[in-house]
């Protein structure tokens, strides 16, 4: 089955599109109003980044919910198996590590029941599978978390996979756009040229293009074409 975009990829890129079209519309505002023009270039900057957040949270969702819904867990891959069970688990071996108590921790694994389920293929998902628990605290799209969060869902080349993707070096891309957006944040913000914000945007858009085709390889692998929303 050809690569098609996914519904997340198709909403973001007419939202970005759109902050493209009002930044446009804003250059042509700095001889009047400077100060609007700097706004709605740093409002672009802001709401693409929003953007990808939102993309990445509804594209692992919608992978996790179609497996569910489809009864397809023996095809969800060990990774996020492992991570699932390794969240369940946290509570109880940090309790560990600051009391001691060995009987404590030899009684509480056994009560985790929910969590063994991911790994027999003939069972279903457990209740709590969803993907907010696979985007949890590694959503906002920096170079680190999209690594984390990728290796979560089973992918555990991402890095070199989008380099040959977008033909150049992700990191760069990611960190350039979000050294930006961070400076964007302070006090004495930076100046923008409508140039910057066109190139900036552009890149967001590359990134996301290659997140897309990535994932849907994984979605066909790991759940088929029907998984892909």
């Avoid at 996914?6 to 100060?35: D, I, M």
């Avoid at 170079?143 to 890095?159: A, M, P, S, T, W």
């Avoid at 085709?213 to 088929?224: A, D, E, P, Q, S």
Wanted: charged share 25%; net charge positive.
């Amino acid at each position: 089955m050809p690569y098609s975009r996914s519904s997340s990829r198709k909403s973001f890129e007419g939202r970005v599109e759109a902050l493209l079209e009002e930044a446009n519309r804003a250059q042509k505002l700095s001889k009047s109003y400077p100060g609007i023009r700097d706004m709605v270039f740093q409002c672009a900057i802001f709401q693409t980044s929003a953007a990808l957040e939102e993309y990445l949270k509804l594209l692992i969702e919608g992978w996790a919910f179609s497996l569910k819904q489809q009864n397809q867990g023996n095809l969800l891959p060990d990774l996020p198996k492992g991570f699932l069970v390794s969240r369940r688990l946290q509570k109880h071996f940090a309790q560990f590590a600051y009391t001691g108590d060995e009987a404590q921790l030899l009684k509480s694994i056994p009560r985790e029941y929910q969590a063994w389920p991911v790994f027999d293929d003939r069972a279903p998902l457990p209740a709590y599978f969803d993907g907010k628990l696979l985007h949890e605290k590694s959503a906002y799209p920096s170079f680190k978390n999209l690594k984390r969060l990728f290796f979560r869902v089973g992918i555990d080349q991402f890095e070199g996979n989008m380099n040959r993707l977008i033909r150049g070096d992700m990191e760069t891309l990611v960190e350039g756009f979000q050294s930006i957006r961070t400076a964007l944040a302070h006090s004495a913000p930076p100046s923008l040229t409508i140039a910057d914000v066109k190139k900036n945007l552009r890149d967001v858009i590359k990134l996301v293009s290659a997140i897309d085709r990535l994932f849907y390889g994984h979605v066909i692998k790991n759940g088929g074409s029907s998984c892909w929303t």
